[in-house]
């Protein structure tokens, strides 16, 4: 039996809230959860300092850091700076060599630069932004959890996606990955616990077996 809670920080994708882990439910006498929502960048704040921050917010000894999308990118940097039981990634990547190709090549081009998001800050044309290839039913599902609109936040968080830097993953990383996901499409991705039917927004629609997956994973 268990003396004490294991506490569960999730960091969300880029540019949403807490509500993308509405689905996510943990048993309450084992669990709790805490939410580590996006800090604004300061002026020329680098991945390493910003992840530094980040990681500060975990008040827990011996916890377990789960991030989705570009969460997953930011939970792996605040890896660094943190002793953890468990590090788990959804919908992401562990690696430069898991992007897709038009992410590497609009790293290349420096072509992200150019992604006005000064007219993007509406809810629709920022999940244009963050889920990828869209669907109508998506787009209303997905609409309504983006709320970091801040100009200076979008445009350090689209430049630190497809400029990460990481070649090498993390060993003991844990990573839910759907085989539907079309922002990260599985082709890239390798050691994965593969979600049949996932997309990218599996976090959302599919949070009863994400919930699961996560205490299987935080229990073994």
Request: glycine residues 10%; hydrophobic residues 45%.
């Given at each position: 039996?268990?003396?004490?809670?294991?506490?569960?920080?999730?960091?969300?994708?880029?540019?949403?809230?807490?509500?993308?882990?509405r689905n996510i439910k943990l048993p309450e006498q084992d669990y709790e959860i805490h939410i580590l929502e996006w800090l604004i960048p300061k002026k020329n704040e680098k991945l390493q300092e910003y992840a530094k921050r980040m990681a500060k917010r975990v008040e827990n000894d011996n916890s377990v850091l789960v991030g989705v999308s570009f969460g997953g990118v930011m939970v792996q940097e605040m890896s660094e700076f943190l002793e953890l039981k468990k590090l788990i990634i959804i919908s992401s990547v562990k690696s430069r060599n898991e992007l897709p190709k038009r992410m590497k090549w609009a790293s290349n081009t420096k072509m992200y630069k150019l992604i006005p998001t000064r007219l993007v800050l509406g809810a629709k044309d920022l999940t244009k932004f963050a889920i990828g290839p869209r669907t109508r039913k998506r787009l209303a599902i997905y609409q309504e959890y983006l709320h970091v609109r801040d100009k200076d936040y979008l445009d350090w968080a689209i430049a630190n996606m497809v400029n990460w830097p990481r070649k090498n993953p993390i060993s003991e990383v844990y990573h839910l990955h759907g085989d539907k996901d079309p922002v990260f499409p599985i082709k890239n991705i390798s050691k994965s616990k593969v979600i049949h039917d996932g997309t990218h927004i599996m976090i959302i629609t599919r949070g009863k077996e994400i919930s699961q997956k996560l205490v299987d994973i935080i229990e073994e």
């Open positions: 039996m268990k003396s004490e809670k294991t506490h569960v920080y999730f960091v969300p994708g880029l540019a949403a809230g807490k509500e993308i882990f």
